[in-house]
Antibody, heavy 117, light 107 residues
């Protein structure tokens, strides 16, 4: 059982929207905060957003604030990233990751690719 | 916002070498620092958390140290599987800022 599997990536025009989803399995999902992290082609890692284990806290990088929304459904073991008003610079591989020990990430998905062009 | 500066950006080393990577946050982050390893086309792997705690399953040749505004990741004896890019990260419950990465290459 793969712990985290992302889906929803694709090619989208600037200004359009896309929704990513991450399905969790094999652990008690509602006990963990979840993050989205992205990596533009040939670049480093960029933290995008976090949602607390119960959904009560949601925080975003300045680069996506107001455009992206993180949400979770603990009954379905999923965490989503709604991306609106997409820009060319949002092109990246998007990873979801499980949080431990106050915010670091011990389990990662394989990533899903978003191309804005 | 806290900025994380890693050095060097690239490091050339040989198998068996002792390797040290430095991470300097722009302000005191106590010990809220993690280190990750990433290989091309793969997701990152957590190596160290809370500055010096070794993640389960990570070889003991990896170690982390430091606090406040200076941290180091040390690989005591570089192995072929260790050639990769390494990232530091300051983390808390509402953000997570990565350093720009250090690529460890074969000399």
């Amino acid at each position: 059982q793969v712990p985290l599997v992302e889906s929803g990536g694709g090619v989208v025009q600037p200004g359009r929207s896309l929704r990513l989803s991450c399905a969790a399995a094999g652990f008690t999902f509602n006990r963990y905060g979840m993050h989205w992290v992205r990596q533009a082609p040939g670049k480093g890692l960029e933290w995008v957003a976090v949602i607390w284990y119960d959904g009560s806290g949601k925080y975003y990088a300045d680069s996506v604030k107001g455009r992206f929304t993180i949400s979770r459904d603990n009954s379905k073991n999923t965490v989503d990233l709604q991306m609106n008003s997409l820009r060319v610079e949002d092109t990246a591989v998007y990873y979801c990751a499980r949080e431990i020990n106050g915010g670091c990430m011990d389990v990662w998905g394989q990533g899903t690719t978003v191309t804005v062009s | 916002d806290i900025q994380m500066t890693q050095s060097p950006s690239t490091l050339s080393a040989s198998v068996g070498d002792r390797v040290t990577i430095t991470c300097r946050p722009s302000q005191n982050i106590y010990t809220w620092l993690a280190w990750y390893q990433q290989k091309p086309g793969k997701a990152p792997r957590l190596l160290i958390y809370k500055a010096s705690s070794l993640e389960s399953g990570v070889p003991s040749r990896f170690s982390g140290s430091g606090s406040g505004t200076e941290f180091t990741l040390t690989i005591s004896s570089l192995q072929p599987d260790d050639f990769a890019t390494y990232y530091c990260q300051h983390y808390n419950s509402y953000s997570g800022t990565f350093g720009q990465g250090t690529k460890v290459e074969i000399k």
